[in-house]
């Protein structure tokens, strides 16, 4: 389970419940399909992964034995403290097939978010909205990608845009702030789809769609002696925030 930054591993106790590895004094139950988990924090604020019937923020693969829908990830859908706040997250599911028993069965490849809304105590209507926005990406051929006897997880889109949105008095929602995110690859095999993405920049836009200088990124492959072949050792170099200031990774 992830959770506040950290990696626990969660463990089943007859007498306790539900606990993490290491132990981190939280309240995890499951709801009796399984497919969502509540879990609160010692200061009362309870967290949401998942939904009931496959729904928000789940993702499933087929049991081997059974070919059921068989639970792989629960991601956070909301963040709710003891004073009824409420944070909510809406997710995409991205779908493909693969073999099982004979035939062509769907799991869930890959999910992202799309929406972060914050909600506050007795109001129905978020008051600020943050917008995800993806494009389809190019590095997406990795082994077996195309093969209809195994279940691959990978995304096919790539985070271009972060729209923060404010709704006034109105209900209508207005842009306020927006980020535009860009990337390039390093190729093992243009031809074949095969490559790193790397982000460059990360442009900030007011609510009328002036710019700031964008910040960009360099990279370069492994400490000083590394193949320039070995792409999977692609190290971040330098940041630029472009105003001046600049820092330089040692490596």
């Known amino acids: 389970m992830g959770y506040a930054g950290g990696g626990?591993?969660?463990?089943?106790?007859?007498?306790?419940?539900?606990?993490?590895?290491?132990?981190?004094?939280?309240?995890?139950?499951?709801?009796?399909?399984?497919?969502?988990?509540?879990?609160?924090?010692?200061?009362?604020?309870r967290y949401t992964f998942g939904a009931d019937n496959w729904g928000n923020g789940t993702a499933y693969i087929r049991n081997s034995g059974s070919c059921d829908q068989q639970m792989r990830e629960a991601h956070l859908t909301e963040v709710r403290d003891t004073h009824g706040n409420r944070v909510m997250v809406t997710y995409v599911a991205e779908e493909d097939t693969a073999m099982?028993?004979?035939?062509?069965?769907?799991?869930?490849?890959?999910?992202?978010?799309?929406?972060?809304?914050?909600?506050?105590?007795?109001?129905?209507?978020?008051?600020?909205?943050?917008?995800?926005?993806?494009q389809s990406r190019d590095d997406v051929h990795i082994e077996g990608w195309d093969s209809p006897y195994v279940e691959v997880f990978f995304s096919s889109y790539r985070l271009e845009t972060i729209t923060v949105l404010v709704r006034s008095s109105t209900s209508?929602?207005?842009?306020?702030?927006?980020?535009?995110?860009?990337?390039?690859?390093?190729?093992?095999?243009?031809?074949?789809?095969?490559?790193?993405?790397r982000l460059t920049s990360i442009t900030e836009k007011g609510k009328n769609g002036g710019a700031l200088p964008a910040w960009t990124f360099g990279y370069r492959i492994g400490a000083v002696g590394t193949q320039d072949t070995w792409k999977n050792h692609t190290l971040l170099e330098t940041a630029n925030n472009g105003q001046g200031g600049k820092r330089d990774l040692q490596l």
């Open 100 to 134: 099982c028993d004979g035939s062509l069965q769907s799991y869930v490849r890959a999910i992202r978010p799309t929406r972060i809304e914050y909600v506050a105590s007795g109001q129905s209507l978020a008051s600020v909205r943050i917008e995800l926005g993806y």
């Open 172 to 197: 209508a929602f207005a842009t306020v702030r927006s980020y535009v995110l860009v990337q390039d690859y390093d190729w093992f095999d243009q031809n074949d789809n095969k490559g790193i993405m």
């Open 8 to 45: 626990f591993e969660l463990k089943y106790d007859a007498t306790n419940g539900w606990q993490t590895e290491p132990q981190s004094f939280l309240r995890i139950e499951p709801t009796s399909t399984t497919n969502r988990w509540l879990v609160w924090a010692p200061d009362g604020t």
